[in-house]
């Protein structure tokens, strides 16, 4: 074999840093120093040996990281963000074990202009109080709308005509809810050319706590190219018991030259019951609004403002602000900083 | 000094996954994704620096992870498999400072096919319930059967005809048990020739659990080499105060081509007192047969069979199975997976 | 872009350890293996990349490490010792975000002989019991006399014909004490010749139990060549509230082809109260002389040897030595070790 020759690893990352100020209606504001504004800030290791006839193996670690604090992302997983290892063929796609993206956060990150991160993320919608099915489901504990730990995952091979599909199983392994862990099925299809995409994902999750029933995450998204500017739009539903949550995104990015301008909408709704608890009414509405000024192909500085507009009931918030902002209250914030990959 | 030239790290691993089925007499089957089946998961930072005149400076930071869930094997050491500088000498041998493995699990794990590691690990058969001389001499607190920290070590040179010896010496540091911290010291010696092998250890070890004597870990083993077939064979014992637990270990790998494959039987018996309840006739046997093809020299698939029996009042397990095993009932796992070094 | 051309990360590090014994009046003595005597042990990543037009760009990610025993020196933040991003320009300096040390920190350990590390450091006298304006501070929760979270820096050009300057303000982030989180406002300003130098540096720091007023940290320093010695000294103030604690350090490193003799001597004393104890005559004395042979420009062995003596009600002590000492007791501590960087 050609083993031998490629035993490079390869180290790569990002960092990124920037000051945030976040104020909640009638509690207050907060400055702080954020991280992964732009982007999360990440060490990755990863490699790739060829095996001949068209056979390849491959890993990739994923070590996210706090860099205005010098912590770790998540307190016991290191690698938190990915954690797999690989067999591939050009013919039959990739095997894929271990933590990695679940495939309906795949099918909706890809639509958000912010990436699910900083002041405008669509990730602030995602939960709230009062508790609805994502809580339901998890408790407070790691829930499986972005992340599986134990999967196997089969993906499409590359070159498909632009065919695009992911297939996820992941092992409960008798674990409680407390354990965090969970059995995951998602499957997700998808067509990207050039100038469009579209995308479609579900997953189901059961652990103790979806013994009733259990969780279940739908996304549908895509974008079109119009000229400089990239127009997308998604849907995803939460849904556990009698629980539902739905999401609508549709964002904008315009690039120009080393400038971009990036603008996004987001609205939650929430309907059934938390237990025994009504949730309806409890929505909000989110818009963003973003610059990101490239210095080079990996260095860029950048500034965000967000809005989050609740409904009577609803209390979601932008990150990093006071605690205890009344229901129905807006959440306001902004940042600047700055991103680098290596 | 050449030292200006020679500022290159080493950066290596291995990633390894398995799906693995346990099932307990009595308490049924679980399903999972593992990590380290066939060789733990690391990532490895590790140098040489040529000082001249046949000596050399040298460090190793080993760091193991299980794949499966992103998480570090250790919740608090990182660098958890090895973490040491070095001074060593062509003639002289190696001077070694940090955590690293005790000299007895050194002689006894080159004897096991399966590396310590997987459904079919000899270390299946090191604890069990009631306590040996393992829990009585460390509770639950890290024991010293693999590893020491605060070790100093001599590791005799290379090319003594064959002739292989190493000692330790792990500071206690006037911890008590419960701080992890054990003093050591422990003895290996041994002879390696092309085709054969034997070697002998000693370690004792005294922390405050273990203050009204010291815990003992003896091990002798041997291999020889038959056509293509490896045959192996070791025996250990641990001991404290009143209890012993022995192991008898017998091993096979026999390799065509990229071709492995693998068998151990593995006896454990206890005798004497935990304290003042009796551990006779809490032993086990363990059978383990192995496949592995190598895909190429740094990536494989394969997959192990294991089955425990118990004695009468023994519960030993393969791991990641249904808790709650009946004493005397018997354990079975298979797995298959992928193991990638980089 | 001249981007594409500079992915290249730099992996780099020090690994250090050293047998260590250290005895405390009246309650004995412990031997121990320790880490980072001579330099603290440490695992970088860092980078920088030019983004033409005299900018830069670049990052900075540095893992502490105890090398005994393979556990991060910081059981939350694994990027303890730093964690930054930054842009740099040539003529208006370097901006930089994310976890560093303060400037009164920079401005103090540069004359220290022993860099802040081993049994001789200048920090064995920074912390007492009773508690004086560190303790009354910040309690037992991680404070800012060496380093930052949340920080932004501004630190001036090179080439300012010998001038240096850093201004840092760090986000309190509304945190309180117990979360770590501190808000800082320091500034540090010097002047170095090849053969001299003088550093000046305050930083004041806020946090919920600082707000009867604040924590602050000011730093005189300097330093001259004397043919092959190196003399420093030093001076520092701790105040917060009624609380005074002041340091005066005195130094020489004396460089001789590959050996080098080193030696401190540190005062501290206290006055005022903490709360409504008075901490008047808690004073302490400390003296080192150490001892480097380096093997290269990488690779040194060493020895070091200390001893504090403490006024009536003082008990500052030597790491890593047994518990108990009463007070004005006197503590003495040796060491010796290998220290490889890579």
Redesign the interface.
């Known amino acids: 074999?050609s083993?031998?020759a490629q035993?490079a690893?390869s180290?790569?990352?990002i960092?990124?840093?920037?000051?945030r100020h976040v104020s909640n209606d009638g509690v207050g504001s907060?400055?702080?120093?954020v991280s992964g504004s732009n982007s999360t800030s990440r060490?990755v290791?990863s490699?790739r040996?060829d095996?001949g006839g068209a056979?390849a193996?491959?890993?990739h670690?994923e070590h996210g990281?706090?860099?205005?604090?010098?912590?770790?992302a998540?307190?016991?997983?290191?690698?938190?963000?990915?954690?797999?290892?690989?067999?591939s063929s050009a013919a039959m796609g990739e095997?894929r074990?271990?933590?990695d993206f679940v495939p309906s956060y795949v099918a909706w990150s890809r639509y958000d202009p912010f990436s699910y991160v900083g002041v405008a993320r669509s990730a602030n919608l995602v939960s709230a109080t009062p508790a609805g099915p994502i809580r339901s489901a998890f408790s407070t504990n790691a829930n499986t709308t972005v992340r599986s730990?134990?999967?196997?995952q089969w993906l499409a091979p590359a070159g498909l005509a632009g065919f695009e599909a992911g297939l996820m199983i992941?092992?409960r392994?008798?674990g409680d809810a407390a354990s965090g862990r969970a059995g995951v099925r998602g499957a997700r299809v998808g067509y990207a050319a050039k100038s469009f995409s579209v995308s479609a994902a579900a997953a189901r999750t059961e652990n103790s706590l979806t013994s009733a029933g259990s969780f279940q995450d739908k996304v549908v998204g895509g974008h079109v190219d119009v000229a400089d500017v990239r127009l997308s739009g998604a849907w995803r539903e939460f849904r556990q018991s009698q629980a539902t949550q739905r999401l609508l995104m549709l964002g904008a990015v315009a690039t120009f030259g080393q400038h971009e301008v990036k603008a996004s909408w987001v609205k939650a709704d929430m309907s059934g019951r938390a237990g025994t608890v009504s949730i309806d009414g409890t929505g909000a509405d989110q818009c963003g609004l973003g610059y990101v000024y490239n210095?080079?192909?990996?260095?860029a500085?950048y500034a965000t403002v967000a809005r989050i507009g609740n409904d009577g009931l609803a209390r979601y918030v932008i990150s990093?602000g006071?605690a205890g902002m009344a229901a129905g209250g807006t959440s306001r914030g902004y940042e600047a900083?700055?991103?680098?990959r290596?």
């Open positions: 074999t083993a031998g035993s690893v180290v790569s990352g960092v990124d840093a920037a000051a907060i400055r702080s120093l060490l290791f490699g040996e095996l056979l193996a491959g890993f670690l990281f706090l860099v205005d604090a010098g912590t770790p998540s307190a016991d997983k290191f690698w938190d963000r990915r954690s797999t290892v690989s067999l095997l074990l271990g933590r730990d134990n999967a196997a992941a092992a392994e008798g210095l080079s192909k990996r260095t500085m990093d006071p900083g700055i991103r680098h290596f």
